[in-house]
């Protein structure tokens, strides 16, 4: 290793315990003791990745049992924890936890050391135990395919219950992240949203699971959605829609496989995807319209949303079918809504800015009357009307309002 190092450089990193705070095990344990002893009683971290025996053996793991006290975070990637039972009973530094490939045996005694102390727990396609007790202290969570062992030995991925007593039992988070639970059972019908007030970044690939929680103060919410039975509880909306008032800038995509909404630019981050890949042409289009009606009524509720719109309706009109849903869209934002709490009219998006479609798009007519209808002065004006190859590409646009509003009769 110091073959091509000078003495004087090599002593100086001999001597620096703060680089020797590192360990990594992968094949070769042999420098082990060696780094321990370099870093000087410091905080280590440790990371122990496939390559060795799954089972452990050898004077290492005695060594890194022997330091137990100084680690501050521990990773396992396909390795087992049966070594840390070794652990005496004193206290742990122990504050981050990245389990990958695991399986969380039955009254683990590492999670017994450091509960309450615990800030990250990071795992992924690691299964636990059905009575695995969350309370941790946490203040990041990451859960990718987790699975819960139940009664008769299987594992069934994590439930929406045992997802539930993760959020109780750790009010204090401030970044969340999850995959997905298991469908609901009965069992879960009388599931409260808790409430975590210090949660900033929340990112989530199934619909199963934001009516289980809510926070008002996130300054990064993703969600992506791909349930195609039926459309989320208004109440799934409550943390994403918090966040998406606070954007100054947000952009409505609508194609026949997808609905996205995306903040563009500003201090806050906001991105939801519905992915509807795998619905049939009918259930797909109603599920958007319906999904971006919801996210608009649960948002407007109070107020109207206050961030500059810009709208990209690719929707296209199915033979089969005699529902459009870039039209329906249309429609829902040309018809005022009464305020809530006031009950007076007002106008989804009054700062709708640009729409942007398919050449040769929606017939000038509609669009006329949806201008006209909105240029009642309580609306900012359309600036553009914009035709697009796709709706992410700008390399081929054209602008077609002026087009709109000369329209009298005839075809686009």
């Known amino acids: 290793m110091w073959q091509r190092v000078s003495w004087k450089w090599k002593n100086v990193i001999d001597n620096c315990p703060s680089l020797w705070t590192s360990i990594t095990i992968i094949n070769r344990t042999e420098h082990t003791k060696s780094q321990l002893e370099k870093s000087k009683g410091l905080p280590v971290d440790i990371k122990i990745l496939a390559g060795l025996s799954k089972h452990p053996g050898g004077d290492w793991t005695k060594l890194l049992v022997d330091n137990a006290h100084r680690w501050k975070s521990l990773v396992l990637d396909g390795y087992s924890l049966e070594f840390t039972e070794q652990i005496e009973s004193?206290?742990?530094?122990?504050d981050?936890?990245?389990?990958?490939?695991?399986?969380?045996?039955?009254?683990c005694k590492?999670?017994?050391?450091i509960r309450p102390k615990l800030r990250k727990l990071h795992l992924g396609v690691v299964t636990i135990p059905h009575s695995f007790d969350p309370t941790l202290g946490l203040e990041e969570l990451q859960l990718y395919d987790v699975y819960e062992q139940i009664e008769d030995g299987w594992a069934t991925t994590l439930s929406a219950s045992k997802f539930h007593q993760f959020l109780q039992t750790n009010p204090n988070l401030r970044i969340l992240e999850i995959d997905e639970v298991a469908d609901a059972s009965p069992n879960d019908s009388g599931l409260q949203p808790v409430s975590l007030p210090r949660l900033e970044n929340v990112t989530s690939l199934k619909s199963q699971v934001l009516h289980l929680f809510r926070a008002e103060h996130c300054v990064d919410v993703r969600f992506t959605v791909r349930s195609v039975a039926e459309t989320p509880p208004l109440s799934a909306w409550t943390t994403f829609v918090h966040t998406l008032r606070?954007?100054?800038?947000?952009?409505?995509?609508?194609?026949?496989?997808?609905?996205?909404?995306?903040?563009?630019?500003?201090?806050?981050?906001?991105?939801?995807?519905?992915?509807?890949?795998?619905?049939?042409?009918?259930?797909?289009?109603n599920l958007v319209y319906s999904m971006l009606k919801d996210i608009l009524d649960e948002a407007e509720k109070d107020t109207p949303i206050r961030a500059r719109v810009d709208i990209a309706l690719f929707a296209f009109k199915r033979w089969r079918s005699d529902f459009d849903v870039s039209f329906e869209i249309l429609k829902l934002l040309q018809t005022p809504v009464c305020d809530f709490s006031s009950g007076k009219p007002h106008w989804r998006i009054p700062n709708l800015d640009t729409i942007s479609m398919p050449h040769p798009g929606l017939p000038y007519c509609h669009l006329r009357a949806f201008v006209l209808a909105r240029s009642n002065g309580t609306c900012s004006p359309i600036t553009?009307?914009?035709?697009?190859?796709?709706?992410?590409?700008?390399?081929?646009?054209?602008?077609?309002?002026?087009?709109?509003?000369?329209?009298?009769?005839?075809?686009?």
């Open 90 to 94: 004193s206290p742990l530094k122990l």
């Open 96 to 107: 981050h936890l990245n389990f990958q490939f695991v399986e969380i045996p039955h009254d």
């Open 110 to 113: 590492l999670f017994n050391l």
């Open 246 to 285: 606070r954007v100054e800038r947000l952009k409505i995509t609508v194609s026949d496989s997808y609905l996205s909404l995306r903040a563009v630019g500003g201090p806050y981050k906001v991105e939801l995807l519905l992915d509807t890949s795998d619905a049939g042409d009918e259930n797909m289009r």
């Open 384 to 412: 553009g009307i914009f035709t697009r190859s796709h709706a992410f590409d700008d390399k081929y646009c054209e602008e077609v309002l002026n087009n709109v509003m000369a329209y009298t009769l005839g075809v686009n």
